[in-house]
């Protein structure tokens, strides 16, 4: 048992800033997140890997939200008795990092070539341990409770020799390959990127219809519409669709390509559609993807007239192509010159005004390029069918379940997976190549130094891997594997629940369910949880670019971690975007900065009733002394325990015995906060506390029932906030006098719901003074009694109970400053009524209370306006040609305020009744 502190210890509000780091630091130093690898049936381990940020990252509200929701989990389950591991850790970032560094040595006035290789990779690592842990430790400012001894990185050592490991497999499963495609190119990065990189962005431009004519007859031609004629120059054929009759007799014919004057064919192929346009497309296999696919299969040439940096020239096979005017021009530059060119020629035959989708780079925004190029791919239809599978069969779910369509649309259609980037940053390709003797590229999980085959020199590939083709390793490598005998991948893998954000699905999400089923045969989570996106009040997504964002320090410094925290989960719906005001910080942050006032304010009362005397256990205490608020009070913690449970959810669901419905179940967190505000404001605090003032102020053994029932239940209060609030709860629950199993609030046991044999009857007794009190309060606003006025009332209840609850009325009189007494008969003369349940009722005399002719007089003034307006409106809704004529919407309207102006002139005229003669 651990000590507590004194009452006067506890300032009038909470100040966040005295008390945060205080018991983060403790936490932390005690051991609280750090997890053990000796799973059991009786601690079963419940595992959530972070995100990895980038090591260039630094903290935003996305990052706030992703990882309270983990947190809320994590301190959940830590409660419940789980060996809980979250695994922290940050991601090399290869593009995003070598885009930092660069500029870094930019101002410097060099390039990374005037550094060379190894000495701008030295530089990159000694940047990174500079500031990569930056993002990590301000994750610790709101209350992450992860297990920062084991914090991991992409490009450590332990984790690249996981990558290694990943790429030699998959290669002698035959699923890495190099191929000669069209590939997304990046002029300002400077390297190739995956289709999900290449970013999709709507845009306006421009559709040109250009006219080839026939080479041996110019007075026939073909008409093509391109959005890029820059690339015209390497265009190699014009291709119709065989069924076109249109073009029949020009297949096999040759046009003349204009400006280079190059003479090309017109071939047949599938790939046009007739429909759309002219039915005639341009073929440029170098610098488009379903191109290349058609140059393939008609052998043509493909000339490359775009370098690298995005610049138009003769850069393979493409001699003749591009005029001397055009060489070396930025492509867009290009594009204009070579509308000027073809316009000039008269081949223009019209320009439109186009609306269509252009890829960016996904870290820059530059429009991407699409290139002829050689680079390492993943084969990956083989690894989606079992991604695939994890989802068909049960194994793997997603919430909000609308992005399950999504995940199957993507893998149905997957595409291979190019993973090599022409950068400096990250992990090596391990592929050696020996010029000398020119033996098959040597594939090699260890550094090769000489050619196995002739014993000459070899170089290593000079790429790297997609930043990707780590992280989708990530719930395994940070475990230990490959080694199969880590003690760490066998007590946590696979981790549990995957919380992450939608627009990653693709990158990181999918591609870690392929690799734990290829490398494990086991997903590496069973429920993928895709928040909604942090946005500002015009719905737009936060961003550095748009100016915004919101520092979620500046939100700690001003409101505290708990302010944010109950923020952003209170208004989570699942799959509901969080919307934040950058510009009114007190707007935005006001429900989690007021439900902490007011939970600081239940606190301080309860506790001063409560007092600093050691409280004896609720288990301790005679069950015969608990009073009906006492036994009510029990029961609503087990119904807040059971809420909180359902809308979590259960921790390892058995997904594959589940209906459809039940996988919907669990991560309610915004149903979970609710629940568990609901009990400690509606009913701990507006109810059982206002019930049990009067016992406290009495010494004696009631006074003493009163205050272990109290400090039980505020101790169940703070134990369900603690996962969402941690630092607030963890301050108040120390100055609980009662004996503890636990130092902290951080790992003390989620609260139970009791056997059934341990529920005890009576608690429903006090269901009729709320009702009781409920109704009074309502009949003194009905009659505009003021409220410091003391009222007469009767609780009418069945003849065998009236003993039985003249305690409780007495307390409802106080909770509802009026004089009641219990009867089991109703008391005559003019009275406001109401019923609150079966063999209960509720009766005020109205005499005293009120003057009756006056008040008789006020009401039927009211009743007879009202008449006389419900008449009108009845008479119009009669009349036929309004019905006809009007709006359907307007008469539905009409109607439904004649019922309610109806209901109304009745419950006027039982008041008036009720007054009496």
């Known amino acids: 048992m651990t000590g507590y502190t004194s009452l006067d210890e506890l300032p009038p509000t909470f100040d966040p800033s005295a008390t945060e780091r205080t018991w983060y630091d403790r936490w932390t130093a ?94 990159t690592a000694q940047f990174v341990e500079e500031t990569g842990g930056t993002i990590l430790q301000q994750l610790k400012a709101i209350g992450a409770s992860a297990d920062w001894s084991r914090t991991a990185y992409t490009l450590s050592p332990e984790l690249s020799r996981a990558v290694r490991e990943a790429f030699v497999r998959l290669h002698e499963d035959g699923l890495v390959y190099k191929g000669h495609r069209v590939i997304h190119w990046c002029p300002r990065c400077g390297t190739s990127l995956s289709d999900e990189e290449a970013e999709f962005h709507d845009t306006t431009g421009k559709l040109y219809h250009l006219r080839y004519p026939l080479a041996d007859d110019p007075s026939r031609g073909i008409t093509v519409a391109t959005t890029r ?23 096999g014919k040759e046009l003349l390509l204009p400006i280079a004057n190059v003479r090309i064919p017109v071939i047949a192929d599938p790939y046009t559609d007739p429909e759309f346009g002219s039915g005639a497309v341009k073929i440029t296999p170098a610098h488009d993807a379903n191109d290349f696919e058609v140059g393939k299969r008609h052998k043509l040439a493909m000339p490359v007239v775009i370098d690298a940096e995005g610049n138009m020239g003769e850069v393979v096979d493409a001699d003749g192509r591009v005029p001397e005017a055009l060489r070396g021009l930025d492509r867009f530059a290009a594009r204009e010159a070579v509308v000027a060119l073809l316009q ?25 390029e ?31 379940e609308r992005w399950e369509a999504v995940y199957v649309n993507w893998l149905e259609g997957i595409r291979d997976w190019n993973i090599s980037r022409q950068l400096w940053w990250g992990h090596r390709i391990p592929v050696w190549y020996c010029d000398a003797c020119g033996v098959e590229p040597i594939v090699s999980r260890d550094d090769v130094s000489s050619c196995p085959k002739c014993g000459g020199a070899v170089r290593q590939d000079e790429d790297v891997l997609d ?38 699905l693709f990158f990181w999400v999918a591609r870690m369910v392929m690799a734990g089923e290829w490398f494990m045969q086991k997903s590496p989570f069973h429920t993928v949880y895709l928040h909604g996106t942090v946005r500002d009040m015009q719905h737009r997504k936060m961003s550095k670019s748009l100016g915004n964002g919101i520092d979620p320090l500046d939100v700690v410094r001003d409101y505290g971690a708990d302010a944010l925290r109950w923020t952003v989960i209170a208004g989570l719906g699942v799959g509901v975007d969080v919307m ?26 309860l506790l001063s009733r409560v007092g600093a005397d050691p409280v004896t256990p609720l288990s301790e205490t005679d069950v015969s002394r608990l009073t ?23 921790a390892r669901p058995d997904l594959a015995a589940w209906s459809p419905n039940d996988r919907l179940r669990g991560l309610r967190l915004a149903e979970y906060a609710e629940a568990a505000r609901r009990f400690v404001w509606n009913e701990l605090a507006d109810w059982y506390l206002e019930s049990v003032k009067p016992r406290l102020a009495n010494p004696g053994e009631d006074r003493e029932t009163a205050r272990t029932v109290l400090a039980h239940s505020f101790d ?83 003849a065998s109970r009236v003993d039985a609850f003249g305690a409780l009325a007495v307390i409802a009189g106080v909770m509802s400053r009026s004089t009641m007494t219990v009867s089991g008969v109703a008391p005559t003369g003019a009275a406001a009524q109401a019923l609150l349940q079966d063999g209960f009722e509720l009766v005020v005399p109205l005499a005293g209370m009120v003057d009756l002719d006056k008040e008789r007089k006020r009401l039927e003034t009211e009743a007879t306006q009202l008449h006389t307006q419900l008449v009108a409106l009845d008479g119009r809704l009669a009349n036929e040609k309004f019905t006809a004529k009007a709006p359907a919407a307007l008469v539905e309207s009409e109607r439904g305020k004649a019922e309610e102006w109806r209901s109304r002139h009745a419950q006027l005229l039982e008041r008036i009744a009720r007054l009496g003669a």
């Open 580 to 605: 934040l005001d950058p510009d009114d910080l007190d707007k935005s942050f006001a429900p989690g900065r007021n439900f902490n006032t007011k939970l600081w304010n239940i606190g301080r009362f």
């Open 467 to 504: 930043t990707w083709f780590s992280s989708w390793l990530w719930p395994m490598s940070t475990l230990g594997w490959p080694n199969a005998e880590s003690r760490d991948l066998k007590a946590f893998y696979p981790s549990d629940v995957l919380v992450t954000a939608p627009e990653i």
């Open 30 to 123: 005690d051991g609280v997140f750090t997890a053990k690898a000796d799973r059991t049936p009786e601690r079963p381990s419940f595992v959530v890997l972070i995100p990895p940020p980038n090591v260039t990252a630094v903290l935003h509200m996305g990052h706030g939200l992703n990882n309270s929701v983990q947190d809320v989990l994590i301190r959940w389950r830590r409660m419940a008795g789980d060996e809980v591991l979250w695994m922290p850790g940050t991601d090399h970032a290869g593009i995003a990092t070598q885009n930092v560094v660069e500029k870094i040595i930019a101002r410097e006035g060099k390039t990374r070539f005037d550094l060379g290789r190894d000495a701008f990779v030295a530089r």
């Open 370 to 400: 699409p290139r002829l190029s050689d680079q390492w791919f993943v084969r990956m239809q083989p690894l989606a069918a079992k991604a695939l599978g994890a989802l068909r069969s049960g194994e793997l779910r997603i919430l909000p």
């Open 229 to 251: 004629p820059e690339t015209m120059m390497g265009d190699v054929a014009v291709a119709v669709h065989p069924e076109d009759a249109r073009y029949r007799d020009l297949v």
């Open 344 to 368: 000039a020629a008269g081949v223009v035959q019209k320009i439109d005004k186009h609306e269509h989708s252009v890829r960016h780079c996904y870290r820059c925004d530059t429009v991407v």
């Open 716 to 798: 169940a209060a703070l134990r369900l906030l603690h996962p969402i609030i941690p630092f607030i709860t963890e301050e108040l629950w120390q100055r609980i006098p009662l004996p503890r199993e636990s130092a902290y609030c951080a790992n003390a046991a989620w609260p139970a719901v009791r056997e059934q044999s341990q529920r005890l009857a009576g608690g429903e007794d006090f269901e009729v003074v709320r009702a009781a009190v409920g109704a009074l309060r309502q009949i003194r606003s009905e009659y505009n009694v003021p409220p410091g006025q003391m009222v007469e009332a009767t609780l009418i209840v069945p």
């Open 628 to 650: 009906a608020a006492d036994r009510w009070i029990l029961d609503r913690i087990d119904q807040a325990v059971i809420d909180c449970n359902a809308a979590l959810g259960p």
